[in-house]
Structures are given as C-alpha cells and as structure tokens.
C-alpha cells in the first residue's frame, strides 16, 4: 500500500486522523507520521486498514489512483 492509497482511504472517509486510526486500530501519531512520510506503512498497518475498509475498497482506490496519474511524472 502507498502513501496516497493509506491518505487517499482516510480522506475519501471523511475521517479525522484520530477517527481513523480508531477504526483500522492504531495510533493517532502513527497515522499521522505515516501522512507526514515520517513513517513507513508496515504490512501490519496495510493489512488493518484493508481488514477495517475491504480489500474491495482498497484495490478500488488504488485502481482510481493509477487512473488519475497516468502519464504523471
């Protein structure tokens, strides 16, 4: 999972930075350090964020993504 998927999720959810990491189930500093590319997304943290939104979701934002940036340097 990249940074835009994991920012792109929280945006698209309406959620604050808090709220998000209650629901996928870590901390607020982690969430937004990750954000901040301070962090990296472990597979830990990318598999509670496709456990709390759907695998479906996901490969639907990161589909959307490459769409939109195509040609994109």
């Known amino acids: 999972?990249?940074?835009k998927t994991f920012r792109t999720?929280?945006?698209l959810s309406d959620m604050t930075a808090t709220e998000f990491a209650m629901e996928i189930g870590?901390?607020?500093?982690?969430v937004n350090h990750i954000?901040?590319?301070r962090?990296?997304?472990t597979r830990t943290t990318?598999?509670?964020v496709r456990q709390a939104f759907g695998d479906d979701y996901v490969n639907k934002v990161e589909q959307f993504i490459m769409d939109t940036t195509k040609g994109e340097a």
Not at 26 to 30: D, K, P, Y
């Open 35 to 37: 954000e901040q590319g």
């Open 46 to 48: 990318a598999t509670k």
């Open 26 to 30: 870590v901390s607020r500093q982690l």
């Open 39 to 41: 962090k990296s997304i």
């Open 9 to 11: 999720i929280r945006r």
């Open 1 to 3: 999972m990249t940074l």
